[in-house]
């Protein structure tokens, strides 16, 4: 089987995110960047799907984006990946999901994957649409925000369990097809000292606009149909009011504010 | 991270961060509570490769060098002094004279068990009656046939109690201080090899320290390190390396406490503001920040030296010597920062405060780094 994973390098949860001056990205100075947690269960899952089969399967780990895209290839290598490829060209800056998924469907397809998988969104953007994206560009079935993913004896479909309102529910899907994955899937590994070793070794490819077989027209900022206009901070948490006094008085004193000064009652 | 670490290093560092952030930290303050050994993380470390970093590949261990090792025990000693230095004692004092020293039978034999933690090791030095004075040592090895008769008491043996092996440097001939003194390896289960009091510490209470007792311990002479008559020069370049790992330990406590004392001062608030707008709790976090960095070199550049084959031993003991009074500093300031808070075991710097005290004692007092570090200047005074 080849299976591809796609990684993403974004900023770390708990750092602090400016914006940049010019008001539509984020200002990377002193960011620390790292793969996108949910896009780990996905390489996990790929690395554990070819350590049960023990046969030639291979995993090639695929990110998008600029230079630091290199750091969480190496990470995934270090983990176990076969392969890495880095797309990144300048054409490719500012696409939207929509353009970015039309890039990355042309980069997947000659690879012949069986399967796909990705995290069920990246945490920088939270837009969850690139994978579902390529998906429809390669056009073969997908399964979002799945947490147990089985494969069939021989090969040809997969189970995956999704948790949807109320229940679980079970889709089957005939391969190739894209998984995009949710905690509770696994527990993601360490990558093992021995495996960083070896992750140095390996050559990451670099992919570009010209091996990508689409026009200029057609991706980055060029391609895409939406654009951010803006990026606005969340606003500043207003100061926390403390009420004093036994439970009566600080139940009697909420009342009084939430009629009078919240005004929501 | 400014140094010239390379891309290997900077994944070295995450994964060691990682770990230490999701597996051991939750756990450290229990441990270190119950005084228990985590040997379940400790295996794991070992599983991930970070016991063998001195160990070349074909003994099982990744060959990593020093400046990767003290990288990843920055990042262990930054949540856990326990499991430093038992990180730190397995690859620099255990592993390393063996490989430096050892033949290629006892390599063979040891060397893979040790690099994947599968065997613990120790290092035994320190008697009741010698530890600065670490050739004053009296343990006895008394030659018998094809082996040696050992008698006498270790002291103070960090992972004593849960080692599979131990290095162990006795006196071999009372003639001479220093050239009578022989390094065995001895294992667990051999009669007459015993574990005696554990010690009860101010601090590194989830890592033990115990004492070891030979009572007509018999080991083959196959087991010597290196030569008849070598344990004191093998001791010695241990400790040159060892220092290293310990000063790191020092670097990763004070990263801890700038750290807890960074969001303390933005989080506490006196006198209607976070404490961090006074001038006098910015400039001890300045001061906190600018030593541990030049710390942080220190040590970088001599586990540099150390990897390159240069010498090292005024560097290491510059190191350990700065880092050690740099990271009890920290602390204390660490703790003033809290205030009442850093008084209380609720607050992760009390233990920090505790953990940082050692570093300044064992792998040689700050007294006696100074000692190395004069006579490497005083050269012409010999
Ligand atoms: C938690 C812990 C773990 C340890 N782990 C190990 C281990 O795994 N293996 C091992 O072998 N040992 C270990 N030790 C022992 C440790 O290395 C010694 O405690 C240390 O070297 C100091 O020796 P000492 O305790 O005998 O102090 P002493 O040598 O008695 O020193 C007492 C004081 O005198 C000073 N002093 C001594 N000589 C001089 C001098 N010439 N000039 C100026 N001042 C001097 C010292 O600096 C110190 O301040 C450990 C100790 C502890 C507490």
Known sequence: ?265 | MQFPLTEEHRLIQETARNFADNEIAPVADRHNREGSFPLELVKRLGELGFMGMLVPEQYGGTGLGNLPLVVALEEVNRVDASTGVTMSVQNSLVCAPIVHFANETLKQKYLPKLASGAFLGAYALSEPGSGSDAAGLVSSAVKDGDSYVLNGTKNFITTGAEADIVVAMVRTDPNHKTRGITAFILEKGWKGFSVGKKEEKLGLRSSSTVQLVFEDLRVPAANIVGELGLGFKIAMHTLDGGRIGIAAQAVGIAQACLDASVKYAEEREAFNQPIGRFQAVQFKLANMATKLEAARLLVYNAARLKDEGQPHGKEAAMAKLFASEMSNEAAREAVQIHGGAGYLEDFPVERYFRDARITEIYEGTSEIQRIVIARHLLKGLR
């Open chain 1, 1 to 265: 089987m080849k299976i591809v994973v796609l990684v993403k390098s974004v900023p770390d949860t708990e750092s602090k995110i400016k914006i940049a001056a010019d008001g539509v990205s984020i200002d990377p100075a002193g960011v620390k960047f790292v793969m996108n947690p949910y896009d780990e269960f996905a390489v996990e899952e790929g690395l554990r799907i070819k350590e049960r089969l023990k046969d030639d399967t291979t995993v090639v780990a695929v990110s998008m984006g600029p230079e630091r895209g290199v750091e969480v290839l190496r990470t995934a290598l270090a983990m176990g990946a076969d392969d890495a490829i880095h797309v990144s060209d300048p054409a490719f800056e500012g696409g939207d999901a929509q353009a970015n998924a039309r890039v990355l469907a042309a980069v997947i397809k000659p690879l012949a994957a069986d399967l796909i998988l990705g995290g069920k969104q990246a945490i920088d953007f939270d837009a969850a649409q690139t994978c579902p994206a390529i998906a429809e560009y390669l056009e073969i079935p997908q399964a979002l925000i799945v947490t147990e993913l089985k494969l069939s004896d021989d090969k040809k479909t997969a189970t995956a369990r999704r948790r949807v309102e109320g229940g679980d529910e079970l889709v089957e899907l005939s391969l190739p097809a894209l998984v995009t994955c949710e905690k509770g899937l696994n527990e993601p590994r360490y990558a093992s000292l021995p495996g960083i070793m070896k992750a140095k070794k390996k050559e990451i490819k670099k992919v570009g606009l010209a091996d990508s077989g689409l026009t200029a027209e057609q991706v980055g900022a060029a391609g895409s149909k939406s654009k951010v206009v803006k990026f606005h901070n969340l606003p500043e948490r207003p100061a926390v009011k403390m009420i004093p006094g036994d439970a009566a008085t600080q139940a009697k004193e909420l009342v009084r504010l939430l009629r009078e000064e919240a005004k929501v009652l």
